[in-house]
């Protein structure tokens, strides 16, 4: 499992950046500062897209198992529990 994140908190600040940026950044902020910081949302959404994989296939395995009426799994109750906390910044 890789480190917490929290997605929502990621979005909201890749949004307000982006929303600031467009309406203060004149055209030479806009070179300047652009490059950067589109490669640091760019490695954000990377962190995002895993986490939102590892809950996906969590919740996938969990629905599988209670397909399967197997839906006493506990370990993949407790890694659906992990990727959730994950995506919400560590916190179940």
């Not at 600040?13 to 640091?40: C, P």
């Not at 209670?66 to 370990?75: F, G, K, L, M, P």
């Amino acid at each position: 499992m890789s480190a917490p994140i929290d997605v929502r908190e990621i979005l909201a600040r890749i949004a307000r950046t982006n929303a600031q940026f467009a309406t203060t950044a004149d055209r030479d902020q806009m070179v300047r500062v652009g490059e950067t910081m589109l490669k640091k949302q760019a490695a954000d959404l990377q962190s995002v897209l895993e986490a939102l994989d590892e809950l996906i296939g969590a919740a996938q395995a969990v629905e599988n198992s209670c397909v399967r009426h197997d839906a006493n799994d506990a370990d993949l109750f407790r890694r659906l529990d992990a990727a959730i906390a994950r995506v919400k910044g560590g916190a179940a």
